[in-house]
């Protein structure tokens, strides 16, 4: 089974700053890790997504993520942020071989002007 | 080319009704996944559709059922609504054994009092 951990429920930072949401994962196989926006009263947009190969994924809107299969991690990251990225962010996985995706429970990130 | 699409937008029932959502999976897309998002929660996985099967069903109790069409949409039946039912509905399709394909319909946010 896998299981996906986002350690901060909430994020609060000022517009222009740099941002980190934290996403851990447990798999006992091989995964691929997705980061998704949802912005109020919405569905689900794919941000990025991580299959194989190169560590570090560049998205949609200026964010990136790396992955490190050492600490299992998958932290989201974006040098400088907009009021517009105001919204909650959710880290899921998917483990190789199935089509169920496992969530996290998610971050709101705020911006503050 | 048009997403998925999922009707209707918003729902309002009483306890014990029955109600069924819909879902139309993206052009060329062969599987269908629904997901419940309570409020503050992450998506919770209910089941997966493929060939009008039921190939994968989370920890959700038998008054959740579902069905596909030989046209690939999908619809979620909820029988005997609990006030616990009240969230928003996810529909995800992708193409079978290609997670990293999924995509997300809006949702429609069931409310039941």
């Known amino acids: 089974a896998q299981s996906v951990t986002q350690l901060d429920s909430q994020v609060p930072v000022f517009e222009e700053a740099p941002v980190e949401l934290r996403c851990n994962y447990s798999s006992s196989v091989s995964v691929y890790l997705f980061w998704y926006v949802q912005y109020p009263n919405q569905g689900l947009q794919l941000l990025l997504k991580?299959?194989?190969?190169?560590?570090l994924v560049k998205g949609i809107n200026g964010f990136e993520a790396e992955f490190n299969k050492s600490q299992t991690s998958f932290h989201l990251r974006k040098p400088s942020v907009h009021i517009s990225d105001t919204a909650e962010y959710f880290c899921?996985?998917?483990?190789?071989?199935?089509?169920?995706?496992?969530f996290g429970t998610g971050t709101k990130l705020q911006v503050i002007p | 080319d048009a997403g998925v699409t999922q009707s209707p937008t918003h729902l309002i029932k009483t306890r014990g009704q029955q109600v069924t959502l819909r879902c139309s999976p993206k052009s060329g897309h062969d599987t269908v996944s629904w997901y419940q998002q309570a409020l503050g929660q992450g998506p919770q996985f209910i089941f997966q559709?493929?060939?009008?099967?039921?190939?994968q069903r989370g920890n959700f109790p038998d008054r959740f059922s579902g069905h596909q069409f030989p046209n690939y949409s999908s619809e979620l039946n909820v029988n005997a609504l609990l006030l616990g039912d009240s969230a928003l509905y996810l529909c995800?399709?992708?193409?079978?054994?290609?997670?990293?394909?999924?995509?997300f319909g809006p949702g429609t946010r069931l409310l039941v009092l």
């Open positions: 559709y493929y060939e009008e099967e039921e190939r």
């Open positions: 995800a399709s992708s193409l079978v054994g290609s997670a990293e394909t999924q995509y």
């Open positions: 991580y299959l194989s190969g190169s560590t």
């Open positions: 899921a996985a998917v483990a190789g071989g199935y089509q169920k995706v496992t």
